[in-house]
C-alpha cells in the first residue's frame, strides 16, 4: 500500500501554492455524504450504456476527443431554463503536446453555461481559477457562476440561480485545469482519504477501527503521479490551447471568432478572466493564444485545420502576478492599509522589508532565477536542474522571510479583517458535487476535489512561481489592442491591491500605448444608484480596480460590484460609470490616489465543514469529529442535531436538483426574453423584474464601501441591457460565514 503524507487532493482555497507554505492547510476533499439520503462511501457511478455522453473527434486534431453531456436541470439551477449547459473532457492522448515530454493523457473537464439572453451573439468568457492545483469549480459555484449550492432539507442539498452570475452578460465557460486537477483526470485511480490527517492509500483501504466512519473515506482520483501534469505555467498554457481548439472546435456556435457578419467586433469575442495564480496563467495562456493566431496567418501553422483563439479583453481578479514588483508590498500591506490593521509590528515590517532588499535576498534571488531562465531554459519547460534549483531557492526566501511573517498575527490572508479558522465562502458544494445524482448528471469518472497538491509540487519543483514574464506579457497583449483589467479586493492579503497597483504602472511603462495612465486619476465605480464599491484607474484598454470590503475571491465577496466591474470591461465602456466611451483617447479622471479609508466589519460566524477540516474547524471541533461527537448534517459539523436550522421555504421554491425543476422556474419566465435584443451580449428587455443586464450610471451616490442592507430606489441612472438596476433579486455583501 502506498501511502502520502499530504493528501493530492485537498481542500484549499485558490493559491494554493503560497498558502501551503504559509497555513498548512490541508484536508482531502473526497466522495462521500454523510446523512442519509446521500450515498456514503460512495465511487462515482459507472456510466451506462444509456448515457447521454456524446463523443466526437475534434476537427481540428483526430487526435484529440471531446466527450459532453447536458447536465440534467436542476444540476445547476439557472435563471432561465431555456439556457443551455454543458460538461464534458477534452481528451489529449499522449505526445500532443510534443516536442514536450508528455507521455500521458490528459482529460480537462469544462462546464460551459450559456448565456441568460442572446448566447447565439454574446461574448464568451473563459473562467480560470489559480493554485496551482485550484479547481475552477470554486469560480462556478462560489464566485461568478450562475448558481449557487444551498440547503434544501435535511440530507438534501440542491442549487438556486444566482442573480449577479457573469452568465448575466456573457457566456461562460470554467475549465479545470492542470491535469488531475478538480473532476480533471490521467488515470481514474481509487483510493482512500483519512480525512483527520489527509493521508491517502492506494488501494482503498478500511479505516482505523476507532475512527469515525465518516472520517475515512474511499473513492476515485487521479493517479497523484506528479509527472503526469503540466509543471510550468507556459506547458499549461499550450495545453489548454489544445483543450480549447478542441472545444471550439466541437462548438463553433460559441466562438466569435467564426461570426463573420458579428455587428461589433469590438465587443463581441473572447475574454478570458483568471484569479490568484491565474495572474500568472492569464497573461501566459493569452500570449500563447495570439502568438498562434500569428502562426497561423503567416503560414507556419496549418490554417484550415487550427481556430483563431480572437482575444477581447484579459480581466486579473487578484492577482499574484510579479513577486519581483509585488514582493515589497507585503510586509507594508500588513502594517499600514486602509481598515488600520497592523498585522505586523513596525520592527516587523521592517524585517521582512529588508529581507526583500537584502543582498542574498528575495528580490536579489528572483532575478537570479530569470536570468537563469532566460540563459539555460527560456521556454520554460521546468526541465534543466540547475534553472529548477535557482528559483525554487528564490520562493523559499521570499515565502519565509517576507511574506510568511504575516501569519504569526492569527489573521487571515485572504481577508485581513478576519482570525483564522474562517470558513468565508461556504464550503457546501463540496459536498453537493460528490453527490451521486450530480456525477451522474455530469458525466464524471472521478470523484471531486478543489484543490491538488501532486499539481502544486511539481510547479514548486521547477520554482514556476519566480520564473515570470507575465507584465512584458500583458505589455504585449495591449500593444495587440486587448484590454487589459486588473480587479483587487482591498482586504486580501495573499496578492493585496497595493503590489497590483504597481503592476498597472509596471505594465504602463513597458507599453508606450499607455504611458498616459500614470497621469490618470482614480474614479468612483458607481454599482448602482444608491452605492460606490471600489475606484478605478482607466486609460485606453489598461485599468486597475480596487474593490472595497473584499477578500481575495472578490465575486464572492461583492457579487454586484464584481459583476458590474467584469461586465463594463467586457463590453469596452467606462468601468467607473458604464457609459460607452472611446476607448483610444478615453481617462479617467479624479484623485491621484485611492486613499477611501474602510471599517473593519464584525467577525464572521464560524461554520465546520466535514469536507475542508483544516480551514473551517477550531481545535475542539477537530477533535470532536476525531472522537465521532456531534451531529454531521449537510457535511457540517453540530453539537447536537437541533442546532440545525430549517432552510427558508423560499429556498425549496427556488432551488433545483438533478432532473428536478424549481417551482419558480417555467418556460413562460424565459418566453418574456424573445423580444430582446443584444447590446455587447447584454439584453434590452422591458420586463421590470428580469435579472440582465448591467446598471450605467449618470450620477455619483454617496454611499461608499459596504454595500447598502436594502435595495435603494432607481435614481437618473439607467441599465443598459436592462430596464432598471432595481431589477435585483440576489444577495448583496458579506454572507454569515467565514472562510479560508
Known sequence: MASISLAPFLAMTDLDQRSLYLLSHALAVIPVLLRPSFVVGQYPPPVSSDSNITTIRSPADRRVTISYQSPAIGTCTTVFPTQQQYTGHVRLPPFTLAPIQQNYSINTFFWFIEARSNPSTAPLTIYINGGPGSSSMVGLFQESGPCEVVEIADGQLGTQPRDWGWDRSSNVLFIDQPNQVGFSYDTPTNGSINLLTSALSSPPVTGPSNQPTYTFLNGTFSSGNGNATTNTTEISALAIWHMLQGFLSAFPQYNPGTRANSTQPGVVGVNLFAESYGGKYGPAFASLWEQQNALRTNGSMAFNKTLEIRLISLGIIQGCIDDLVQGRYYPIFANNNTYGIQALSVVDQLTAANSYLSAGGCQQLIQSCRDAVNSMDPNDNGDVYTVNQICQQAEQTCNNNVIGPYTNSGRDVYDIAQMTPDSFPPSTYLEYLNSASVQVAIGTVVNYTESNPVVLSAFVATGDYERGNQIS???????????????????????NWLGGEAVSFSIAAQSPLTAPFYSAGYADIVVNSSYIGGAVRQYGNLSFSRIYDSGHLVPAYQPETAFTVFTRIIMGTDISTGEPVDLSTFTTSGDANATYTNTVPNANAQTCYVRNIANTCDAEQKNMLATGEGVIINGVLYDQASDWQ??????????????????????????????????????????????????????????????????GAAGKGHVLGGPSWIMVCGVVGFALFAWV
Do not use: E
Request: hydrophobic share 40%; net charge positive.
Open 473 to 495: 506579457q500583458m505589455s504585449y497583449l495591449l500593444s495587440l489592442g486587448v484590454r487589459v483589467a486588473l480587479i483587487y479586493g482591498d482586504r486580501d492579503y495573499i496578492c
Open 646 to 711: 430549517q432552510p427558508a421555504s423560499s429556498v425549496q421554491i427556488n432551488a433545483g436538483m438533478p432532473g428536478t425543476v424549481p417551482s419558480s422556474m417555467t418556460a413562460s419566465t424565459a418566453s418574456m426574453l424573445s423580444g430582446a435584443s443584444a447590446v455587447g451580449g447584454a439584453a434590452t428587455v422591458t420586463a421590470s423584474n428580469l435579472p440582465t443586464g448591467v446598471y450605467v450610471a449618470t450620477f455619483t451616490p454617496t454611499v461608499t464601501g459596504k454595500p447598502p442592507s436594502k435595495k
